[in-house]
């Protein structure tokens, strides 16, 4: 073994190096694939590009990122106009309090734009709408395929993109308060007007239309400016909501251990998952060499029981039944005594239903138990019928309780 051991340490070595270049070679072909929507991500279902091209659709505009929840932003003033909130997020999921804040802000002359797939009863109860999916809330293949009205718009215009789908669409809307802006595929609406007071709420089911894949593919950035055309070019400040997008992320999804970040690097990560690898081989090999033969433990004896077994059946030998019974039953209202803290002084029904309480043993089988007991203070003799009877009715109140 210890010949061979040095050449096991290098064949582990040599395909646990050619293992992380096998991952390493398929990670840098595949994309990354998660819809994170996040600003900062360059990833192609993040908003990178869509974040940074407020700057150039609003030039005269303040452009502000807000993580607090509606009515106690910094940023922002329900008592102003000319303000806009941007949420784009996977899910929309206010309660009524927050979308009374955001109506509010809306109605004082202000525009908030949301974009997402899923949206929360209480939101969609508020607005008078419910949404659908066809391929079920989970699917997102295929291609997208948007188109924005005209009117509103200039013109009718077409945007596909041959990555994820993640949309829905509305139905059962209200058409006195709603407009309809743009539509997918099928004709089905998915994105609305909701005018509120002197403001407005522009509702997008599609989150993904505003990701760097769709953004960067041909010429779909042009959705994005007719898009976000709608709120006013005089708007004179722009904010970019998160609030709503970590409102129901789970820690894990936010925050990331240090080992999670050192594993991102490629040499720390090979020399982690080969140091474990030795370590395991090792700890094998050591086990190996220097395990000894378990000793066969006897199981210990139980003397006190063979002596009440013997006892026991010197008083049946003998046919003194009835004195036998009494020692069944004064160490039964022991074993009630020391077990369940009763006491056993008036053996009546109200002592059996109390037992019963205590040991979940059927009333019924106690009642009879304490009557046999009751019984073999008066009787003159006790049958080896009785005996036997008596003898199962406690070994099943041992057994169950």
Do not use: C
């Amino acid at each position: 073994m210890k010949k061979s051991f040095p050449y096991i340490i290098i064949a582990i070595i040599v395909s646990a190096a050619v293992l992380l270049m096998l991952a390493r070679n398929k990670k840098t072909r595949m994309p990354d694939e998660r819809i994170t929507l996040k600003k900062t991500d360059k990833i192609p279902y993040g908003t990178h590009v869509a974040f940074n091209s407020l700057p150039f659709i609003f030039p005269g505009a303040s452009i502000l990122v807000n993580r607090k929840e509606p009515g106690d932003w910094d940023s922002l003033s329900a008592y102003r106009e000319n303000q806009a909130l941007v949420i784009i997020a996977p899910r929309f999921l206010p309660n009524e309090s927050e979308l009374e804040k955001l109506v509010e802000f809306a109605a004082g002359g202000n525009d908030v734009f949301i974009s997402a797939r899923e949206l929360s009863t209480a939101a969609q109860d508020f607005m008078r709408f419910q949404i659908r999916s066809d391929y079920g809330l989970f699917d997102d293949s295929d291609s997208l395929e948007v188109e924005l009205e005209h009117p509103p718009f200039a013109k009718h215009t077409r945007y596909i993109y041959p990555g994820k789908k993640f949309d829905t669409y509305l139905y059962n809307y209200d058409t006195s308060i709603t407009t309809i802006l743009g539509r997918d595929y099928s004709g089905e609406p998915n994105f609305i007007r909701l005018r509120t007071g002197k403001g407005n709420i522009y509702l997008n089911l599609v989150p993904l239309a505003f990701s760097n894949f769709f953004l960067l593919h041909k010429k779909n950035l042009g959705y994005y400016e007719q898009a976000l055309s709608v709120i006013p070019a005089t708007t004179s400040k722009i904010v970019w909501d998160e609030y709503f997008y970590y409102k129901f992320r789970t820690g894990s999804e936010n925050r990331k251990s240090w080992l999670n970040v050192l594993l991102q690097f490629d040499s720390f990560r090979a020399a982690f998952w080969t140091l474990l690898t030795l370590l395991l081989v090792y700890v094998l090999l050591e086990m190996r060499r220097k395990q000894r033969i378990i000793p066969v433990i006897k199981k210990p004896v139980n003397d006190s029981l063979d002596f009440v077994k013997t006892i026991g059946r010197l008083y049946y030998d003998k046919k003194d039944h009835n004195n036998l019974s009494r020692k069944m039953s004064s160490y039964f209202l022991e074993h009630v005594r020391s077990r369940y803290k009763l006491s056993t002084g008036l053996l009546d029904d109200k002592f059996a239903q109390a037992l019963h309480y205590k040991s979940g043993f059927p009333e019924k089988d106690i009642s009879e138990i304490v009557s046999f007991i009751n019984f073999i203070d008066t009787a003159p003799a006790v049958s080896d019928r009785q005996l036997a009877e008596f003898h199962g009715m406690l070994e099943e109140f041992y057994k169950k309780t």
